[in-house]
Nanobody, 124 residues
């Protein structure tokens, strides 16, 4: 089992920045891929970005690729999502997830462990 706890969400004006953290505990976090997803009201959960266990393979959806940075610190069992130039359409609950694989899934079904989510609201 891997337990995940997100933090860092909040309210920010358009153009601002937020940094989300995902604290992992339980099984060895450093062995597995991790990702961030988001879900806006009335919409399906959407892939945002993912990173492999070593941190040298990164995938991100096109709408955030030039604005969001995913990273991880395996020594601290922590995943990070730096979000810059935020837009109102980025408003959603953001979830971190860990996959029991060294591959890097880009769909929610590939992830076995999920955090409870943190709300990000971007005002116009």
């Amino acid at each position: 089992q891997v337990q995940l706890v997100e933090s860092g969400g909040g309210l920010v004006q358009a153009g601002g920045s937020l940094s989300l953290s995902c604290a992992a505990s339980g099984r060895t976090f450093s062995n597995y891929a991790m990702a961030w997803f988001r879900q806006a009201p009335g919409k399906e959960r959407q892939f945002v970005a993912a990173i492999n266990w070593r941190g040298d393979r990164i995938f991100a959806v096109g709408s955030v690729k030039d604005r969001f940075i995913i990273s991880r610190d395996n020594a601290k069992n922590t995943g990070l999502l730096q979000m810059n130039s935020l837009k109102p359409e980025d408003t959603a609950v953001y979830y971190c997830a860990v996959a029991e694989t060294t591959q890097v899934p880009v769909s929610a079904g590939g992830y076995a462990y999920w955090g409870q989510g943190t709300q990000v609201t971007v005002s116009s």
